[in-house]
């Protein structure tokens, strides 16, 4: 358990905090059982589990019960890398949530140790208005391109398709703060991942100007990416970028398919495949 000398500095810690500001306290011999408590812009105090997208190991489902038992809820309870959290305004509560999550859902009972650190989500919050923007800016260069506004997918990013090829268009934070535009579609699934495989799309990204191949080992997808800056994308650049996306996929999907087994995408669009979509994206992690 926690005890009294470093609760009373971990009170001290969160009742400084300003609009944005965080304190996270961890375990040194358990890094990943970190709880964060962070000042919102309304300074209000959010107690919060991070999220664990892969390959970090996710939240078990006993986890999981113990935190909504105790009041702390997700925007998506089945995703890892969602946060769990719990709102209050008074810092009494929060760390008494913090402190409870720590012995009683993490079960450190006997805490000798821990490291406390501080950080600004400021940076977080400005980046999430500029994909904001950028998402309304793109919605309206998508509607005049095609007439009507962009179909969406399950992620909400905007699908956009070219002769038969599905092209998706994904507004994505940089580490930087900026935002980018990855553009891309799928070319094939169920390939055979193998290091000849890796050659080939290697030799083929050495000769194009525009647009990569990148591999999906895991769900054995091969897909075309490119990405652009989001605040400086034009309307042309981005019909230049999805045309040539697309063209690259229509050109190379069919004879991958025969050096490497699986089918092409457009055979799963059409239904004349038993095989599925790939279950994640690029930029997302596992890539390569």
């Known amino acids: 358990m926690v005890d ?33 408590v962070t000042a ?6 959010v107690v919060r589990i991070p999220g664990r997208p892969s390959p970090l190991p996710e939240v078990p489902p006993a986890m999981r019960a113990a935190l909504t038992e105790r009041g702390f809820s997700s925007a998506d309870p089945a995703n890892p890398a969602e946060p769990w959290e719990y709102l209050t305004e008074a810092v009494e509560e929060a760390v008494a949530a913090s402190t409870t999550v720590m012995a009683e859902v993490y079960r450190h009972n006997d805490i000798e140790r821990l490291d406390i650190t501080h950080g600004s989500h400021r940076q977080e919050h400005e980046t999430e208005l500029r994909l904001d923007a950028l998402r309304e800016r793109i919605e309206k260069l998508l509607t005049d391109l095609l007439g009507h506004p962009p179909p969406t997918d399950s992620d909400g990013d905007y699908q956009y398709s070219v002769g038969d090829t599905l092209v998706v268009i994904a507004p994505r934070p940089l580490s930087s703060g900026r935002v980018a535009l990855r553009v891309f579609a799928v070319t094939n699934v169920g390939v055979a991942v193998t290091p000849e495989l890796g050659l080939f799309l290697a030799r083929l990204n050495f000769g194009i100007s525009f647009g990569r191949f990148v591999v999906d080992p895991e769900h054995q997808a091969i897909w075309v990416d490119e990405t652009l800056l989001g605040e400086e994308t034009s309307a042309e ?13 229509a050109e190379w999907d069919e004879r991958i398919k025969q050096l490497f087994g699986g089918a092409t995408y457009r055979d799963v669009l059409q239904n004349r495949t038993d095989a599925g979509a790939p279950e994640s994206k690029p930029g997302l992690g596992g890539y390569l």
């Open 4 to 36: 009294s000398t470093t609760t009373d500095f971990i009170r001290h810690e969160v009742s400084r905090l300003e609009p944005f500001d965080f304190v996270a306290i961890s375990p040194v011999s358990e890094p990943l059982d970190v709880v964060e």
């Open 40 to 45: 919102d812009e309304d300074g209000r105090l």
């Open 237 to 249: 650049e981005l019909r230049f970028i999805c045309g040539t996306v697309a063209r690259i996929a």
